[in-house]
């Protein structure tokens, strides 16, 4: 595709309820991350793929955040038990593996926990 | 730890008029600096990095490491320069996380 692209684009759910959100990054990059952007703040990270390998997940705020990318392209985001605080937009973004390349972020999925 | 700190979370200008978006940054390392933009419903997207050193859509930063400074400038912003402005950085020579500022709101007015 053109570019990186998440799915789906808003997401509510009720406070408990399991969700995925998943992200097809740039075909033939290497490089993947999650970021959480929350209403009037920058990106925070969360987590850093290399090709199929979880490299980081310092960021995950809970371990009811778990992310996967079993192939080494398409990404997943699950949170579970979803709770109010978990409202925001969730950013994932695609590079190639080379020194000094550049991150290519996708349109983001909004998140809203009611 | 790594900051980028964005004083302004909105800044208003004139057509025409200069700009400079401040960012200020700490970190313990060697730092490459970024900054980022969102157009109105539009994705995240690079507008500059300071190792670049190029001058994109009449925009340029320079970074200041006494200051320990990345501003972004235009000498004549235009109106289609209204977009959120984030400032970021990583670990030089890595192609690793970012860490981002809280993101200034550029409103050019006509």
């Known amino acids: 595709g053109a570019g990186v692209s998440q799915s789906p684009r808003y997401k509510v759910a009720k406070r408990g309820q399991d969700v995925a959100l998943r992200c097809d990054p740039i075909s033939g990059h290497v490089s993947l991350f999650w970021y959480q952007q929350a209403l009037g703040q920058g990106p925070e990270f969360l987590t850093y793929f290399q090709n199929e390998a979880q490299l980081d997940k310092s960021g995950l705020p809970s371990d009811r955040f778990f992310a996967e990318r079993p192939e080494g392209s398409v990404s997943t985001l699950k949170i579970q038990r979803t709770q109010q605080e978990d409202s925001a937009v969730y950013l994932c973004?695609?590079?190639?593996?080379?020194?000094?390349?550049?991150?290519?972020f996708g349109q983001g999925t909004r998140l809203t926990v009611v | 730890a790594q900051r980028v700190t964005q004083p302004e979370k909105l800044l208003s200008v004139f057509k025409g008029a200069p700009v400079e978006l401040k960012c200020n940054y700490s970190y313990s390392g060697s730092p490459e600096l970024f900054w980022y933009v969102q157009y109105s419903r539009q994705r995240l997207q690079l507008l500059l990095r300071h190792i670049s050193r190029e001058s994109i859509k009449g925009f340029t930063a320079d970074l200041n490491k006494g200051e320990t400074s990345f501003h972004l400038k235009k000498p004549f912003a235009q109106e289609e320069d209204s977009a959120m402005y984030y400032c970021a950085l990583r670990r030089r020579g890595s192609n690793y996380k970012l860490t981002f500022g809280k993101g200034t709101l550029l409103t050019v007015n006509p």
């Open positions: 973004a695609s590079s190639t593996s080379g020194v000094g390349a550049w991150a290519f």
